[in-house]
């Protein structure tokens, strides 16, 4: 007769029907599926802390596994009662087609419209006259130039760090980070004529004679964060317009009768301000302090010093004292008053 099978293959332990064992993995969970700056908790992530810290460091019944696989630990954690979710990005207002968006919108196109006309060197089709509004004329023969438009924009693409899905309790509402970890920041130019604004391998060779630091190409790269490379401001912007201009230069020069047209999107660093610009914002009430010294102003076609000095540096002299050397009392006035009233005093 065969040889009896009977307890032959025992049934091994359920470890999620273990109470300390289910108390200590929805602890973790719950603490650790999703760390600020850390990739979201994923199943093997579970798997791996159940087999290299939970399971050696307890104690458990003959029959119990000591070692687990992923399908184990996806199942474990449905019964716990959590469940894959997505996060969601919150409320999102489209203001595209607001009526002051959309009367800005059409200023502009009418504006690019009239540049378009610009770089004919021959006169328009009649195919593109017919798409042009009518109250918008041709420029004639003698006033139409070659020109070349420049368009800048940028572009952020991010690292990945940030994942769309994560283990979290059943019907749990999440709402997605701000932020989606490291990235780069690429800055560029895109011409009208040729695309990205660059200079060909045999223009490059022949411009680097006459100016060793001029660039191949108008892009730019920045690895954003408090720890990495800063974040784009006005001063690496200015740099980065320096250099397009000399590579604009090159490869479309004045001599053969190109006119440059530089176009920019409304990005915050372009509204930005020299470090001595008068700015009423910046000032304080009284003399001195944080505030920045300030160029020279005028007043009724006078000159005014917006500095004094002190013991051979110059001490800015805020708001206060610029008010009063132009005649106007600030006795019990506040500083948004003092803004106001120096901002419209010319």
Known sequence: MPDSQQEKFRRR?????NEELNEMAT??????SSIKGKPNMTTSDFCKWINKTLLPSITLEPGFPRRVGVSTCRTWLLELGFEVLTPRKGIFFDG??????VKAR?????RMVKLGFLHFTDAPT????????????????DKRFKTVHFFHDESTFHCNDDQNLKWGIKGEKILKRKGKGAGIMVSDFIDNHNGFLVLPDVEYEEAKKSNPNIKKYARDFLEYGENKEGYWNLKRFMNQISFAVEIAD?????EQGWKHCWIFDNNSCHNAMSDDALNVKRMNVKPGGSQRVMRD?????KEQKMYFMRQGVKVAKGLKMVLEERGIA?????????????????
Do not use: C, F
């Not at 332990?13 to 029907?17: A, D, I, K």
């Not at 059409?106 to 009418?110: G, N, Q």
């Not at 102003?297 to 076609?301: A, D, F, M, T």
């Open 96 to 101: 595209h087609e607001r009526e002051d968006v």
């Open 106 to 110: 059409m200023s502009y196109l009418r």
């Open 297 to 301: 102003s005028s007043y009724n076609g």
């Open 330 to 346: 600030t006795e019990g006035k506040n500083k948004q008053w003092m803004q106001d009233t120096l901002s419209q005093h010319v």
């Open 126 to 141: 009649p195919e593109a006259v017919e798409a042009i509004p009518k109250d918008i004329e041709p420029p004639t023969a």
């Open 250 to 254: 090159v490869k479309y020069p004045s």
């Open 27 to 32: 602890r973790y969970v719950r603490n650790d």
């Open 13 to 17: 332990g359920v470890l999620w029907h």
